[in-house]
């Protein structure tokens, strides 16, 4: 079994660079796929080669599928690296690379399906053991059996639809007059969003906190975990800040979360990495949420605390490679958090593009920085404002925060309006210092006004 010698990149910004690195730590050359206004990015520069695959429209380029795969076979790219969004999670996607004889550098189109049908998803691991929300059996349409359910959970209830995420054609329902409307208002959200309109409902945990397993499993089926990490700094359902080991969780859950994280893995038969989400209730009762088959934002928190370059098991795991450690030799070690740097007003998170005339980027012990942008970049509004991502690593929870506030302090942009601002004032809230945000935190403290 060999390395690929070639990969393709379908994606842009930082996570593009992300794996470009970890392609030069491997010695596999680099094929860059980019829009037509951005043949001067980092992420072109950065490659051995490039290839433009079609206008500014993320619809028409990056999602652009046959394009993509032309690219690939013009190229000779043996693989191809989705990064996250995009055609990250598209079965069909992952499909037709098979179907090209290119190796689609994550799990396979099966687990991927599973994994963007969340009541199904639930269902099957409710089937193998794994605690789950009280609620429906999968998706549930007959209104009367809803209603029912509804009435025997006891409300609070949450109605979330199958295809979901993002928090669109989500709804919670307080009592059950409410029901019928909110069904039907999520269902019509749903359908608009992602062309299905299938929900499940469960019962509504408050102060849920938001804690997800990495995983990592060979092609033998071999499966590990590389520990939590805490997202539950969110709001309006977009993570802002993540961080590992968990502050809020004591040994005993740790334990508990890693072995239901493997078991899942391995009883839906996954391959490379993943994500396997958990909700957590205010007594650390776990439940599985959710399942992401993709490379998430938030995994160099994991590297730091264990050591294991997560891309570049990635690469190797999808070129057949065994995992490069076991999980008796995986070390959990110090504290890491990551702060997702948006191009966005601080306070009213608006997108805020535009040209960056001033850069400096923050360094010194403990401080990685996960960027594609430079002083000159222009920040375009047709994607993720996410422009980089803080990391700050230290031996202790104490310190890792320490550092983050340095770097912040350290990190100069003009140009454009950065949640820099937002960052530095939760990294003094006593709340955050005394690890007890939950999910729903930054909504609450905004309703009354704060
Ligand atoms: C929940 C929940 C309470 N109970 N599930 C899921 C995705 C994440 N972004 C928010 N989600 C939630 N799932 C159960 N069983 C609470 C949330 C939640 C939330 C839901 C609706 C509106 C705003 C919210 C803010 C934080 C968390």
Redesign the pocket.
């Known amino acids: 079994m060999a390395l690929f010698k070639k990969i393709l990149i379908a994606n842009r910004g930082e996570i593009a660079v992300r794996v470009e690195r970890a392609c030069k730590d491997l010695g596999i050359k680099t094929v860059a796929v980019y829009s037509e206004v951005e043949k001067d990015a980092m992420h072109v520069k950065m490659a051995d080669e490039s290839i433009c695959i079609g206008p500014a429209r993320a619809a028409e380029s990056y999602l652009n599928i046959p394009s993509i795969l032309s690219a690939a076979e013009i190229t000779d790219s043996e693989a191809i690296h989705p990064g996250y969004g995009f055609l990250s999670e598209n079965p069909q996607f992952a499909e037709a690379c098979k179907k090209s004889k290119i190796t689609f550098i994550g799990p396979t189109p099966e687990n991927i399906r599973l994994g963007g049908n969340k009541a199904k998803a639930k269902q099957v691991m409710r089937k193998n053991g794994i605690p789950v929300?009280p609620g429906s059996d999968g998706a549930i349409t007959d209104r009367k059996l809803i209603e029912k359910l509804c009435s025997k959970i006891g409300y609070p209830v949450?109605l979330k639809a199958s295809a979901g995420g993002g928090?669109r054609g989500?709804r919670?329902v307080h009592a059950a007059p409410q029901l019928e409307q909110a069904l039907s208002a999520a269902e019509a959200e749903a359908l608009a969003a992602f062309g299905n309109g299938e929900m499940y409902v469960?019962?509504?945990?408050p102060r849920?906190r938001?804690v997800e397993v990495q995983i990592a499993v060979d092609n033998e089926g071999t499966a590990i975990h590389l520990g939590e990490r805490d997202c539950s700094v969110?709001r309006r359902?977009q993570k802002l800040i993540e961080e590992s080991p968990s502050p809020a969780i004591n040994e005993r859950t740790r334990e508990k979360l890693g072995k239901f994280a493997i078991k899942a893995a391995e009883s839906l038969k996954y391959r490379n990495v993943g994500t396997i989400e958990f909700?957590l209730d205010s007594d650390d009762n776990i439940y599985f949420?959710e399942i992401n088959t993709r490379v998430q934002v938030e995994h160099p928190v994991t590297e730091m605390v264990t050591g294991v370059d997560i891309i570049k098991e990635q690469i190797r795991l999808a070129s057949g490679l065994p995992l490069s450690i076991k999980q008796k030799n995986v070390r959990f070690k110090g504290h890491a958090i990551e702060c997702r740097i948006n191009a966005e007003d601080p306070y009213t998170f608006a997108p805020s593009p535009g040209k960056i005339t001033f850069l400096y980027l923050p360094g010194g012990p403990g401080i990685r920085v996960d960027t594609y942008i430079h002083a000159g970049t222009t920040v375009l509004p047709y994607y993720d404002s996410l422009i980089a991502k803080v990391i700050a690593y230290g031996c202790n929870r104490k310190e890792t925060i320490e550092r983050m506030r340095r770097a912040l302090s350290e990190f100069q942009i003009e140009g454009i309006k950065t949640t820099i601002p937002f960052h530095k004032t939760v990294l003094s809230n006593p709340d955050f210092l005394s690890g007890k945000f939950d999910?729903?935190y930054l909504?609450r403290v905004n309703a009354a006004g704060q």
């Open positions: 929300v949450i928090g989500m919670v469960e019962r509504y945990i849920m938001h969110q359902h909700i949420m999910t729903g909504e």
